[in-house]
């Protein structure tokens, strides 16, 4: 790697930012190409307690995120429960987050550039980036132009459709205190409500392969609505998510000679959740320590240590998560009904809202929790008033 010329990173979004950050601070010089710099993207904007906790600048950005802490599940047959979580989830706008990291990249040193990045050429001895204003010359490359960009597949095989999720939604004016998820039938996916500091983003994914995306965004709209929410002044969104299976997960290559990719460009989303957020900015400081360290190639096997182990086991399970069944029910109906019965699985899913349960020990909690579980839902089954619409038999959840 030729050293008079800059690192360049391509996307200022949560992952290219904290990259340019980190290696500015680490004394390289970098330039980063955005064409948008900081935007409302596409996005439901929640971040973990985890999240939060690894990266506690975030709170920085305290005005433009709203602490969520009270959630309501779905299932895809209407029965509903609601609990508080343990750790709330930050929701922040997109606009606020990428603005707080932007500011931070500059500031650590990173020539922050508002062009679109249209053409790569180069190999291992340099690039060149072709940009309408110019052409810029670069040492080495960090992809981290997200889901939808020109590179991805210059660099390695196209992303099939099945590795893909397509979303709808709305930023809707109004507010809400109440983080809501509907789990759907026959749909690998789900409906969210996140409230935001001033307004509500609120959406749809689902396989691309599955669904096509204008189906999706009616059943959205018809939920929307039997929801009470207006649609007036409401903003529409579409894009796309990574959502890898196991088999592409294991073959995933996230850098090469003089080249890496961090974020959704390399696809790290979790495949069950949606979360990307974590995952872009895990990715971009495990690159940026790599690179820093001199050790660029060093990237790809702490990412899988890290990340990619939690990323596969999600994949591994997530058809089973949405379609499969347990004793004659689905998985989504027995989850939404333990919820409601057993303040030990209340307790698991609050972990997992707040990304401090991985799916690595899941397996280990569940058996652990399971006599508890059992029975705490045979003592809410032998008390609840079957005839009540909602029953409050327990403590800090409710149930429809
Ligand atoms: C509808 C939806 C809801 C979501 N909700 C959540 C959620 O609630 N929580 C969560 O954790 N994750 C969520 N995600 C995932 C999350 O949005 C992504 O994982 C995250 O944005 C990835 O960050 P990134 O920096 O890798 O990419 P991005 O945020 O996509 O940033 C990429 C940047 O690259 C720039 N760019 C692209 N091409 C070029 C080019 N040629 N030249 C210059 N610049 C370029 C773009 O302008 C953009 O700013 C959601 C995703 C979607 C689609």
Redesign the pocket.
Known sequence: MSAQHPIAI????????LAGTLLAAAGKEVIL?????A?E????????HK?VERYPFLADARSGSHLVGHCELISPSGKTVRFDMQYPVA?FS?LAL?GLLLERAERAGVKVHR????EITGDTRGWKLV?PDGEYSASYLIL????????RSQFLSPVSPSDLMV?A?YFIPGSSSLLQIQFLEGITGYI?V?PRADHV?A?I?GKMDGTPTAKLRRKLEDWLEKNGFQLDGARF?S????SFRTETLDKLKVCGEGWAM????AG??DPIT???????LRS?ELCATAVARGEPADYQARLQEDVLGELKLAAKVSHRFYNGEIFGHSVLERIVHLTAQSASFRELMSDLFAGTQGYRDLRARLYQILPSVMAESLAATLCSPWNSRRSDFVKHASFE
Not at 33 to 37: I, N, P, S, W
Not at 42 to 47: D, I
């Open positions: 391509v996307g200022g979004g949560p992952a290219g930012a190409f955005d064409e948008k710099l935007w993207k596409p996005c439901g904007g929640g971040l973990t999240a929701i997109r990428n062009a679109r990045v249209a940009t981290a132009a997200g889901a939808r960009n020109l590179f979303t939604g969210w996140f983003s959406g994914a969104y894009h796309i998510l990574p961090i974020g959704d460009n790290l989303v949606g979360e990307g957020l974590y995952y872009a971009a």
